[in-house]
């Protein structure tokens, strides 16, 4: 196997608070269980937005973000058994972890002890050289981190399960929804959308609940069997002890109270948007009702596997609006003013090849397409 590394180009953020920009840089050089692979669409997510903004005080620059990547595989190293050139694979949130710790055996890689390593702003386990995202023309991941693309899943619209789907999937399983689960959603965007699509498609009873009633034709459209408008007191008192999970994939700081009487008992709210403080709570109806407030982060490489194939399955799909590699830093904005339905996917046909990057690899490797 050839020792030299791949030189690519993608988007990055030079610094915090300043416009993504053109980016070349290097992937590593294929170890012999690293997929190589060619980035034909890549998701946007808020996490991204606050990585390249610092907004959680720990972001390293320059930094590629996107962690939802579908591509095509172009290499594999010479002890990968699970891919060959030209399956169409894809990539979440994370690119590596320990692989010993007890989480890590029972395929929960996600709470690795040691911590994974996130597919951006991450460390290389073994050169520990900054990870770069999938606002890229290409990646390198070992393959136990690789997922395979089921047929019938429409790649232009895939991307955002990756991160969007796998984070609400992994709650549903988690807490063993299924046909007669009573499930309520709060919030309708990126991670709520998908909420109300798997949870209805696991064949649970599902409940949007949103501060105006303007949501209803929406969700009832991505399959909600209903719509609870949280600011009519009536309406909420009359759903009290009605939900055996509730979802919350609020971005940001809010109030819990309003939602917690109305868990069953054992019942429990799960919190999978806000990364950071929230409202003071009253522990009253959790005394009360033997109800819990829980947190979820993505699922482990087997779950998401597993979640892709029943996408396959049941024909679920984002709702998504697909755009320029060039049209990130106005996604960007358009994603603050919740301006967009509901996730945007780069189409990296449109990813620009700075001073010939692409070309001069081609002709070193002869592989890169």
Same mark, same amino acid.
């Given at each position: 196997?050839?020792?030299?590394?791949?030189?690519?180009?993608?988007?990055?953020?030079?610094?915090?608070?300043?416009?993504?920009?053109?980016?070349?840089?290097?992937?590593?050089? /294929?170890?012999?269980?690293?997929?190589?692979?060619?980035? /034909? +669409?890549?998701?946007?997510?808020?996490?991204?937005?606050?990585?390249?903004?610092?907004?959680?005080?720990?972001?390293?620059?320059? #930094? *590629?973000?996107?962690?939802?990547?579908?591509?095509?595989?172009?290499?594999? &190293?010479?002890?990968?058994?699970?891919?060959?050139?030209?399956?169409? %694979?894809? *990539?979440?949130?994370?690119?590596?972890?320990?692989?010993?710790?007890?989480?890590?055996?029972?395929?929960?890689?996600?709470?690795?002890?040691?911590?994974?390593?996130?597919?951006?702003?991450?460390?290389?386990?073994?050169?520990?050289?900054?990870?770069?995202?999938?606002?890229?023309?290409? *990646?390198?991941?070992?393959?136990?981190?690789? /997922?395979?693309?089921?047929?019938?899943?429409?790649?232009?619209?895939?991307?955002? $399960?990756?991160?969007?789907?796998?984070?609400?999937?992994?709650?549903?399983?988690?807490?063993?929804?299924?046909?007669?689960?009573?499930?309520? %959603?709060?919030?309708?965007?990126?991670? &709520?959308?998908?909420? #109300?699509?798997?949870?209805?498609?696991? &064949?649970?009873?599902?409940?949007?609940?949103?501060?105006?009633?303007?949501?209803?034709?929406?969700?009832?459209?991505?399959?909600?069997?209903?719509?609870?408008?949280?600011?009519?007191?009536?309406?909420?008192?009359?759903?009290?002890?009605?939900?055996?999970?509730?979802?919350?994939?609020?971005?940001?700081?809010?109030? $819990?109270?309003?939602?917690?009487?109305?868990?069953?008992?054992? &019942?429990?709210?799960?919190?999978?948007?806000?990364?950071?403080? $929230?409202?003071?709570?009253?522990?009253?109806?959790?005394?009360?009702?033997?109800?819990?407030?829980?947190?979820?982060?993505?699922?482990?490489?087997?779950?998401?596997?597993?979640?892709?194939?029943?996408?396959?399955?049941?024909?679920?799909?984002?709702?998504?609006?697909?755009?320029?590699?060039?049209?990130?830093?106005?996604? +960007?904005?358009?994603?603050?003013?919740?301006?967009?339905? +509901?996730?945007?996917?780069?189409?990296?046909?449109? $990813?620009?090849?700075?001073?010939?990057?692409?070309?001069?690899?081609?002709?070193?490797?002869?592989?890169?397409?």
């Amino acid at each position: 196997m050839a020792s030299f590394r791949y030189n690519t180009f993608g988007y990055a953020a030079p610094s915090a608070g300043v416009r993504l920009e053109p980016f070349s840089f290097e992937r590593r050089a /294929l170890r012999p269980n690293d997929v190589a692979m060619q980035i /034909l +669409y890549c998701g946007v997510c808020h996490s991204d937005l606050h990585w390249a903004r610092n907004d959680w005080g720990w972001s390293d620059y320059p #930094v *590629v973000p996107g962690h939802e990547i579908v591509g095509r595989v172009i290499e594999v &190293g010479s002890e990968v058994t699970r891919f060959k050139t030209g399956d169409h %694979v894809a *990539v979440g949130c994370m690119v590596d972890s320990c692989q010993h710790c007890d989480q890590c055996r029972k395929g929960e890689e996600q709470l690795c002890r040691e911590g994974n390593t996130g597919t951006y702003g991450g460390r290389d386990r073994i050169s520990g050289e900054m990870t770069q995202g999938g606002y890229s023309k290409h *990646v390198v991941v070992r393959q136990e981190f690789v /997922l395979r693309v089921p047929d019938g899943l429409d790649l232009s619209r895939a991307a955002p $399960l990756l991160c969007a789907g796998i984070t609400t999937y992994s709650p549903l399983r988690t807490w063993n929804v299924g046909p007669g689960s009573r499930v309520g %959603v709060i919030g309708l965007g990126g991670l &709520g959308h998908m909420a #109300v699509k798997l949870a209805s498609g696991l &064949g649970a009873h599902v409940t949007v609940m949103s501060r105006t009633p303007d949501k209803k034709a929406d969700a009832m459209a991505l399959g909600a069997d209903r719509l609870l408008v949280s600011t009519d007191p009536d309406a909420m008192a009359q759903a009290a002890s009605s939900f055996d999970l509730i979802i919350d994939t609020v971005p940001n700081k809010h109030d $819990l109270d309003p939602y917690l009487p109305l868990l069953d008992v054992d &019942g429990t709210l799960v919190i999978v948007g806000q990364i950071g403080p $929230l409202d003071e709570m009253s522990t009253v109806p959790l005394l009360l009702g033997r109800r819990r407030v829980a947190g979820s982060p993505i699922g482990g490489i087997r779950e998401t596997q597993e979640m892709l194939d029943f996408c396959a399955r049941k024909a679920i799909l984002p709702e998504t609006e697909t755009i320029r590699m060039d049209q990130i830093n106005e996604a +960007y904005e358009r994603m603050e003013r919740s301006d967009v339905r +509901y996730r945007f996917v780069i189409d990296m046909a449109s $990813l620009s090849d700075p001073g010939g990057v692409e070309h001069a690899q081609t002709a070193q490797r002869g592989t890169i397409g």
